[in-house]
């Protein structure tokens, strides 16, 4: 059982850590700067880990319609940004501050991040999900 929580532990903060590279360095476009420079905190890598936390959820939800599950994982992924955020900027240790966005919530959540944190959700329950018996 631990043996799978930290094999998906890892899963989720490599892929978290990747996403949020390319992420970043797409920005680069709107800077008009084709170096596509990427970038991410070593604080990153243990809150995109815990997404792990997540499977039981995702083993429940695996019935409902995708626009459901998507936005579940969205809010989930809200509260975990939220909580992290919090924690590290009372020790000013957190990696971003969204204060210039009009959408932010206590500068560490962005609403208008939701269709990403939506699709990163369904990306990791694929991710976390068992393979469906008769699939190699």
């Known amino acids: 059982m631990m043996k799978l929580f930290l094999k998906n ?4 903060g ?8 390319v992420f970043t360095a797409l920005d680069s476009f709107r800077k008009r700067d084709m170096r596509l420079f990427g970038h ?15 499977a039981p959820i ?5 019935n409902l319609p995708l626009f459901l599950r998507g936005s579940i994982y969205a809010f989930c992924i809200f509260i975990g940004e939220y909580l ?8 000013k240790l957190c990696p971003w501050n969204y204060e210039r966005s009009r959408w932010h919530i206590g500068k560490v ?7 990403n944190w939506f699709l990163a959700g369904l990306l990791f329950e ?11």
């Open 58 to 62: 995702f083993k429940a939800l695996k």
């Open 9 to 12: 532990f890892f899963k989720c």
């Open 14 to 21: 490599l892929l978290g850590w990747c996403l949020e590279i």
């Open 109 to 115: 959540v962005r609403l208008d991040y939701f269709p």
């Open 40 to 54: 991410t905190s070593l604080w990153m890598f243990p809150i995109y880990g815990s997404v792990s936390l997540l």
């Open 84 to 91: 992290s955020g919090r924690f590290l900027t009372c020790h």
């Open 126 to 136: 694929q991710i976390l999900s068992p393979p469906k018996s008769g699939s190699r």
